[in-house]
């Protein structure tokens, strides 16, 4: 009995036909060998004065893991983010789920739900009601995938809110990352949707 092939005669020839001479995977292993040597040197602990401020357009933050940072972590971005009191952040929409930890203040997030449809392309729409949640100190904030959302101060005091986002769909190729509105007072560094 013959073996059952998946390839005919024309499928083989065409399998080794001459084509242009690359190098990719040898290039790929000299790649891997340099990462690891170069990971050696990334620091394992932060310092709290290593650990940059910058005015984004959802507000102060202080990056306390970012890829742009000399870390060992390579998958995920932690930054503190700091909310005036009775002030908000921008609206913002990212791929990736973020998760959030309250160390001090209250508030609420505002989050707007998305459903999409791919029939021949992403088709994506937001609710234009949100949903509310209440936070305070020690509580743990949830943002599902590209759900638009806001972040409200109601306390009288300065909110800190840990926020981690995960660099893995950035990574698989699909950067989806907008900021919807500055925050108030950032409006100088806002950088508007395309779409």
Same mark, same amino acid.
């Given at each position: 009995?013959?073996?059952?092939?998946?390839?005919?005669?024309?499928?083989?020839?065409?399998?080794?036909?001459?084509?242009?001479?690359?190098?990719?995977?040898?290039?790929?292993?000299?790649?891997?060998?340099?990462?690891?040597?170069?990971?050696?040197?990334?620091?394992?602990?932060?310092?709290?004065?290593?650990?940059?401020?910058?005015?984004?357009?959802?507000?102060?933050?202080?990056?306390?893991?970012?890829? #742009?940072? *000399? $870390?060992?972590?390579?998958?995920?971005?932690?930054?503190?983010?700091?909310?005036?009191?009775? !002030? /908000?952040? +921008?609206?913002?929409?990212?791929?990736?789920?973020?998760?959030?930890?309250?160390?001090?203040?209250?508030?609420?997030?505002?989050?707007?739900?998305?459903?999409?449809?791919?029939?021949?392309?992403?088709?994506?729409?937001?609710?234009?009601?949100?949903?509310?949640?209440?936070?305070?100190?020690?509580?743990?904030?949830?943002?599902?995938?590209?759900?638009?959302?806001? #972040?409200? *101060? $109601?306390?009288?005091?300065?909110?800190?809110?840990?926020?981690?986002?995960?660099?893995?769909? !950035? /990574?698989? +190729?699909?950067?989806?990352?907008?900021?919807?509105?500055?925050?108030?007072?950032?409006?100088?560094?806002?950088?508007?949707?395309?779409?």
């Amino acid at each position: 009995m013959d073996p059952i092939t998946f390839a005919d005669a024309i499928e083989r020839q065409r399998a080794k036909s001459e084509g242009p001479e690359v190098d990719f995977y040898k290039q790929a292993l000299e790649a891997s060998q340099e990462f690891r040597r170069e990971y050696q040197d990334r620091l394992n602990v932060v310092k709290h004065d290593q650990m940059p401020m910058e005015r984004s357009a959802d507000g102060l933050i202080k990056h306390v893991i970012n890829e #742009r940072m *000399n $870390t060992k972590e390579c998958c995920i971005d932690i930054y503190m983010q700091f909310i005036a009191a009775g !002030k /908000a952040t +921008g609206t913002s929409r990212h791929l990736s789920e973020e998760i959030a930890f309250v160390i001090e203040g209250h508030g609420y997030d505002h989050h707007y739900d998305v459903n999409f449809e791919c029939d021949e392309k992403f088709v994506w729409e937001w609710d234009t009601t949100p949903k509310t949640f209440e936070w305070g100190p020690g509580d743990f904030i949830y943002v599902p995938p590209y759900v638009a959302h806001k #972040r409200f *101060n $109601t306390s009288d005091v300065e909110a800190r809110v840990i926020v981690v986002n995960s660099r893995v769909m !950035k /990574a698989i +190729g699909l950067d989806w990352f907008d900021q919807l509105e500055p925050a108030e007072g950032f409006e100088d560094v806002w950088q508007p949707p395309a779409d």
